[in-house]
């Protein structure tokens, strides 16, 4: 193996991410998960690091039938776990989650557009 494939292999990070919504009006669980390839991880990575990881607390919805969220992000050896109230899907939140939802119901990890 050449010396440049040595180091990408190395640098490889391994990121997942996986979303699931629960709530609505039938209390379904809906779930989406993203494994990018090696060439995407960088992008993925700067969405997974943009969200406020220590600064969630559950909050119970608001109201009837709204969507509660929970994110899962594994890069390399660190794991990342959010849950959040559909009020507070908003901002690197909102562009994770929408990445994740876009990748999942594609044709494969697509890198989202930044």
Known sequence: MPADE???????????????RTGGFAGLARRWSVAPPPQEEPV?????????WGHTAPA???GADRFCWEV?????GEE??????DQDV?????ALIDAVRSAADGSGAAAPEQ
């Open 6 to 20: 040595s180091r990408a292999a190395r640098a490889r990070t391994d990121v997942r991410i996986t979303v699931v």
């Open 44 to 52: 993925w990575a700067d969405l997974i690091e943009a969200c406020p």
């Open 60 to 62: 119970p919805p608001s």
């Open 72 to 76: 899962a992000a594994v890069r390399g």
């Open 80 to 85: 990342h776990h959010a849950e959040l109230a």
């Open 90 to 94: 908003d901002g690197p939140w909102r």
